[in-house]
């Protein structure tokens, strides 16, 4: 199939005032599919999570879920607009937190419909790998969403933080609990009792990101690790999704159990055969994701 075949073959990535989709090919061989880079653009506003992004990352979510060669997710923030004459530039974000202005006047009731079913949850229950692209502020619901993702990897001048606290709130897309598991109780009571804000080096050195790099290498670190991980098998990628995963949950030996049923389940797809053949016959697999 050709380029422009293949890339009408899965519908348009959906585009909104407040979000936008591009796709790269994972290799130069194009069948061997795309991975889509999402970019929160409210940078005026610190790419703050109001009800439309929300709304627009949702639909990026199911999306990619109904797409079968668009593999991988790479989920970013917009950079700064150059500022008007005389006035000071806006710090880079990845995503400052839901937007507080949505928050005034507010009771439980509005919240409880809002935060139900949320993007957040969207992402972290996609299928597909999904890597969190971070270059200068993660608060919380940025925090989260970076947390909602499979890989973080940020640029050494971003900051992590969870400063609901000072608006007399806790984190409400699930920081307490996924924050928690990648930094452990401690450090997690620490950073949502304080509101203090972590640098990428201890973020790093706390296992909250997987590589802290240079701000001119961001891009390149990470759309390297999308490619590397979309050259894979994208069933074998969701199972290991999954069983990964199902360690959040369960149990150390009924999680073993699980893992090796998923190991034993994977020995009847087409992609462990094309895999092993490609092994033994020092080939590149040409994987059919089934
Ligand atoms: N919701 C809504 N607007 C936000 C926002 C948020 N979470 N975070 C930043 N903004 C807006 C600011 O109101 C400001 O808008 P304006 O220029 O129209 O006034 C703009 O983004 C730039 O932010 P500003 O505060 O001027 O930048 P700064 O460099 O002085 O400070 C931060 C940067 C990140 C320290 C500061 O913006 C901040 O503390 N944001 C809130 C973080 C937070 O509490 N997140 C959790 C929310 S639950």
Known sequence: MKKKERVSAHMNPPQSDVTKVELHPISDDESVGFFACLTIN????????????????????????STENV??????????????????????????????????????????????????????????????????????????VACSCDVRIASDRST????????????????????????GYGKAHEMIMTGDMVPAEEAHRIGLVNHVVAPEALEATTFDMARRIGSKSSHALKVGKQTVRSALDEALTEGVATEAEAFANLFDSEDKEIGVQAFLNRETAQWKHR
């Not at 974000?93 to 919240?111: K, L, M």
């Open 42 to 65: 409210r940078p005026d506003k610190l790419n703050a999570l109001n009800g439309e992004v929300m709304t627009a990352l949702k639909d990026v979510c199911a999306w990619m879920e």
């Open 71 to 144: 593999r991988v997710l790479v989920v970013t923030g917009a950079p700064p607009n150059a500022p008007p004459e005389g006035k000071r530039a806006k710090p880079h974000a990845f995503v400052a937190g839901a937007d507080i202005t949505e928050f005034a006047g507010a009771g439980s009731d509005v919240i409880r419909e809002k935060f139900k079913d949320n993007a957040v949850e969207a992402l972290w229950n996609l299928s597909k790998p999904t890597i969190a692209m971070v270059d200068g502020f993660a608060l919380g619901g940025g925090c989260e």
């Open 160 to 183: 992590f933080g969870t400063p609901e606290i000072n608006l007399g709130l806790i984190p409400g897309y699930g920081a307490t609990q996924r924050l928690e598991r990648l930094v």
